[in-house]
């Protein structure tokens, strides 16, 4: 009988941890997101007018969602956060279902949904994204839990399905058809395109799903425009200030801290010198390598600065700007934190400042957030690359919407994708030039120490004027 007792236990341990070192249990890990959601249902049911809730809704499910869709600016605060928190329940309790091991990844993804259910991303336009990407699980005879995160980064194309299904110049049945099907393509060939563009930029940019996003988005732009369907971006953003908003984030960023800080020393495991000296890259997430309770002192860390930052410049918390810091919050769990982030912050506020753009507009602040995606290049390169690649992010991130115009969510991730190719092999020449100027002054000092003299010798023929004249060196030890 106690051998059945063990085997049990044995089985249903197994089923819900995970062998892989700092992983932590399915059951802890969604509990604890599921507690995030309900926080921020919690506001939302606060900050809501419920007789408008229906009316608000249907204005985000049925609106073409391109950027940029404020929907705090469309419907209002409530209602936008009511959506956000939807797919935010949608989200976990997809990875949930399938069993997806709680890692930085799945974090990141999950608060990405929550980021982007402030402006653009509802149940929808989510919808079919999902299906082509579960449409490729099945064809590939794979579980679907392999792809899963790739379908929540991956519904940055959410507006593609919105544009079609609900643009006026379509009949409504027509349109939802095509939007759909287009929708169910771009998720089907999102996959193996995702896991190919990954490798371009050597997994410095923590949103490569942005750059398949904005290459699908920009090729779906221009078939449009090819045909004469033009696609106009769109400016719908709220610029009166939230202070509730702001009151919500920093009780969260000092919740996080406040918990992880109490429960990492209750259990003797704080550790955040292993979450500074962190690569930044994602495969080596921090969540995995420093535990969960390390990991939300630096979600909160990197709340608090985002939050200051924005208050110091003076800019509008609205539902953009809401959602780039629920990313960084969410990727702040792979790599980013507070120090290789603050160096790509002071170089994209160096080019605001340059620049014929106000620091506190919207585009520019989210520039200036979501430029944290590029923090391993400040690990890689020091603080002087990441300061380069946030001044080169911010002249790339301001122009390139017009590529896809608008289809792409993850405008910043497309960007940072484009910076990251670019930069990385100057990057590269830099280091390798100051790499061989070491290595020879290293060899000039070893030289002179052991007292070898470099002279050049002259052939015994003197060369005709016509030939020109050989040296080579020869080794001689002084006495």
């Given at each position: 009988m106690s051998s059945i007792v063990g085997l049990l236990k044995s089985k249903f341990r197994n089923d819900l941890h995970f062998p892989e070192k700092?992983?932590?249990?399915?059951?802890?890990?969604?509990?604890?997101?599921?507690?995030?959601n309900l926080f921020l249902f919690s506001a939302a049911v606060v900050?809501?007018?419920?007789?408008?809730?229906?009316?608000?809704?249907?204005l985000i499910l049925f609106s073409e969602s391109h950027l940029v869709t404020d929907y705090i600016a469309l419907t209002s605060v409530g209602t936008a956060l009511f959506n956000s928190s939807m797919m935010t329940f949608i989200a976990i309790f997809i990875c949930y279902h399938y069993r997806v091991p709680m890692t930085g990844g799945a974090v990141s993804a999950i608060f990405m949904v929550t980021g982007y259910g402030l402006f653009g991303k509802n149940l929808l336009n989510f919808i079919p994204i999902f299906l082509g990407v579960r449409l490729y699980s099945y064809f590939m005879n794979e579980p679907l839990k392999k792809f899963l995160l790739i379908a929540l980064y991956g519904s940055s194309v959410s507006p593609v399905v919105s544009f079609f299904a609900f643009n006026q110049r379509l009949s409504p049945v027509l349109g939802i058809g095509v939007g759909y099907l287009i929708g169910i393509?771009?998720?089907?060939?999102?996959?193996?395109?995702?896991?190919?563009?990954?490798?371009?930029?050597?997994?410095?940019?923590?949103?490569?799903?942005?750059?398949?996003?904005?290459?699908?988005?920009?090729?779906v732009a221009g078939i449009c425009r090819m045909f004469g369907l033009q696609i106009?971006?769109?400016g719908i953003v709220s610029n009166e200030q939230q202070p509730e908003l702001i009151v919500f984030l920093v009780i969260f960023g000092l919740l996080l801290c406040g918990y992880g800080l109490r429960m990492a020393s209750k259990r003797h495991r704080l550790n955040l010198r292993a979450i500074w000296s962190h690569s930044g890259k994602i495969e080596l997430d921090i969540l995995r390598d420093t535990g969960v309770y390390n990991t939300m002192i630096n979600m909160g860390l990197m709340t608090l600065l985002l939050v200051g930052y924005v208050m110091t410049i003076d800019a509008v918390m609205n539902g953009p700007v809401l959602g780039a810091i629920f990313c960084v919050i969410g990727f702040s769990a792979c790599g980013a934190h507070v120090f290789n982030s603050v160096p790509l912050l002071l170089g994209v506020t160096l080019a605001n400042t340059l620049n014929i753009y106000a620091m506190n507009e919207t585009v520019t602040v989210t520039a200036a957030i979501f430029a944290m995606m590029l923090c391993a290049i400040t690990?890689?390169?020091?603080?002087?690359?990441?300061?380069?690649?946030?001044?080169?992010?911010?002249?790339?991130?301001?122009?390139?919407?017009?590529?896809?115009?608008g289809l792409n969510l993850y405008n910043n991730g497309f960007s940072g994708g484009l910076v990251a190719m670019m930069i990385i092999p100057l990057l590269d020449l830099s280091q390798q030039l100051r790499n061989k100027r070491a290595i020879d002054q290293v060899e000039d000092a070893m030289?002179?120490?052991?007292?070898?003299?470099?002279?050049?010798?002259?052939?015994?023929?003197?060369p005709t004027s016509e030939e020109p004249q050989e040296t080579r060196l020869s080794l001689t030890r002084d006495n």
């Open positions: 700092g992983t932590i249990s399915v059951h802890n890990g969604y509990r604890l997101l599921f507690l995030f900050l809501m007018e419920p007789r408008q809730l229906l009316a608000e809704m249907q393509v771009i998720g089907f060939i999102m996959v193996p395109l995702a896991l190919h563009f990954q490798s371009l930029f050597k997994r410095v940019s923590l949103y490569s799903a942005g750059f398949t996003s904005g290459m699908l988005c920009t090729m106009d971006l769109r690990n890689a390169y020091g603080w002087k690359g990441g300061l380069i690649v946030g001044f080169i992010h911010t002249s790339m991130v301001l122009n390139i919407d017009v590529l896809h115009g030289l002179d120490k052991a007292g070898i003299v470099l002279h050049p010798i002259r052939q015994e023929e003197e």
